[in-house]
């Protein structure tokens, strides 16, 4: 079997590689993300998992409230975790930055139960405080930027090098 023969056809019926008919496919453009979403989604995804395992803390130190069984802690921490990571990947909406600041007074209130989640919700409320503060401050430079780079003149092309050096 030579090379030709382990080429695969092109729909065009001429010889070709594989790569070639990759590129034929339109490549996908993906949706900019601003600096609030992309610090955001951060935050809340590895708060997510700490969440989770605050709620097994809950759990295992049968912190709940009388009348109100232990494996609540887990599936509080287990819900707060999942709502966190659905809630990652909307953060280009303007409501969710609302919904992520209440998930945070949320963890906080958790420190009812077990007092050390308190070092948790401060140590990621001030990172969310950031995220969505400073983010959006980011966000708004770079969007005057742009508008300063897309309305300034272009500047005038410079003349071409002669080719002799002179």
């Given at each position: ?22 590129e034929d496919k339109p490549v ?7 600096a609030a979403e992309s610090l ?48 990652s990947g909307l953060l280009r ?74």
């Amino acid at each position: 079997m030579t090379d030709a023969d382990a080429t695969p056809a092109v729909p065009d019926g001429s010889q070709g590689s594989a790569e070639t008919a990759r590129e034929d496919k339109p490549v996908r453009q993906r949706r900019p993300r601003g600096a609030a979403e992309s610090l955001g989604a951060i935050v809340l995804g590895f708060e997510s998992i700490v969440v989770f395992l605050a709620g097994l803390v809950v759990y295992g130190l049968k912190a709940t409230p009388p009348g109100v069984e232990p494996w609540w802690g887990v599936v509080g921490g287990a819900v707060v975790a999942v709502l966190m990571i659905l809630l990652s990947g909307l953060l280009r909406y303007r409501w969710a930055i609302v919904v992520g600041w209440i998930l945070q007074v949320i963890v906080a209130l958790a420190a009812f139960f077990v007092p050390a989640i308190l070092i948790i919700a401060l140590i990621f409320g001030g990172m969310w405080a950031y995220a969505t503060i400073k983010g959006a401050s980011l966000d708004r430079r770079n969007a005057l930027l742009a508008r300063q780079a897309a309305s300034a003149p272009e500047s005038p092309a410079s003349p071409p090098e002669s080719s002799n050096g002179v």
